[in-house]
């Protein structure tokens, strides 16, 4: 085998990227105000996304805001009024520490395990584990 023919071997051998992870933008939160509280009405689409469940996201939004909050029909309620621009620093945050594989920076993780302290992350794409911190 010439240079060339190592060279196309090893090209066909990189894996190909997933179209998704390479255009992978993190959700804008769609929120409103409703008297004292806000409604977060795309909690499942930025959930799924994350691929975690739109009730660890409140956890972590709990944590985060220290303020209550539930979810009915598919729409998160906060009981105090956030602006939707603190709401996307946070998901922002949420998505780079807890979604977004540090290693290959994309975003195939899932919690591999999880104690009061920690949260052991597992990248599908690269194999990466990883500890962070914990919110819960
Ligand atoms: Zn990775």
Redesign the pocket.
């Known amino acids: 085998m010439d240079y060339n023919q190592l060279l196309d071997r090893a090209f066909a051998e990189l894996p190909t990227l997933s179209q998704e992870s390479v255009d992978f933008k993190i959700p804008e939160v769609d929120s409103l105000i409703q008297g004292g509280k806000t409604v977060v009405r795309n909690i499942s689409q930025i959930a799924d996304k994350a691929r975690r469940s739109s009730e660890d996201i409140a956890k972590y939004l709990t944590k985060e805001l220290g303020t209550p909050m539930s979810i009915n029909n598919n729409m998160l309620e906060i009981s105090a009024k956030i602006s939707q621009s603190s709401l996307n620093e946070k998901i922002r945050r949420f998505f780079e520490v807890y979604v977004i594989?540090k290693?290959?920076h994309?975003p195939?993780?899932h919690v591999e395990n999880r104690d009061r302290g920690y949260i052991v992350i597992a990248?599908e794409?690269?194999?990466?584990r990883y500890t962070v911190k914990n919110y819960q």
């Open positions: 594989c290693e290959c994309k195939d993780t990248c794409a690269c194999g990466a």
